[in-house]
């Protein structure tokens, strides 16, 4: 499966465009919409929204990548959509050690999908982002269930 319309326009609303450099609510550097930079990556001059959307593109495959690999049953496009942005958002280690994914891969779709709502931390500190960002998630989560496939 790939990322809907619907689940890319969420992730780029919920990250924001920035053209420099930022710390994000953990204190990693950030730039374009929510892309971490390591290593030697370096924008002096800031970022075109072209080339954030480049970058956007390979982070939202490889956290596409992350959900197939991890996710045993079968997904609705709404339920794919939330989990790659989950991991987007969170990293697919984050994922893998989840209850939320402990219960979607015993078939508890609803159970997982209440999971999502407690990820609305920054550390010790809840975010009234993240709050409205895990929202948006449990939204998406429960639209188009009647499309459930395998997400490989």
């Not at 939202?60 to 794919?80: D, I, M, T, W």
């Not at 159970?111 to 920054?122: I, V």
């Not at 998406?140 to 009647?146: A, D, G, K, M, T």
Request: glycine letters at 10%.
């Amino acid at each position: 499966m790939e990322m809907s319309q619907q689940g890319l326009d969420l992730l780029k609303k919920s990250e924001g465009f920035k053209e420099r450099i930022y710390m994000d609510a953990n204190g990693f550097p950030t730039i374009g919409y929510g892309h971490r930079v390591t290593g030697a990556a370096a924008w002096p001059d800031g970022i075109t929204e072209p080339e954030a959307a480049r970058l956007l593109a390979g982070d939202v495959g490889e956290a596409e990548q992350a959900v197939a690999r991890l996710v045993r049953v079968p997904l609705s496009q709404g339920q794919f959509d939330a989990l790659v942005d989950f991991c987007y958002n969170l990293g697919a280690k984050r994922l893998a050690a989840s209850t939320l994914l402990a219960e979607l891969n015993r078939g508890r779709y609803n159970a997982a999908a209440e999971q999502l709502l407690l990820w609305d931390y920054a550390g010790a500190r809840e975010l009234a982002g993240l709050r409205t960002r895990r929202e948006a998630e449990f939204h998406l989560w429960h639209s188009n269930q009647q499309e459930a496939q395998p997400a490989a």
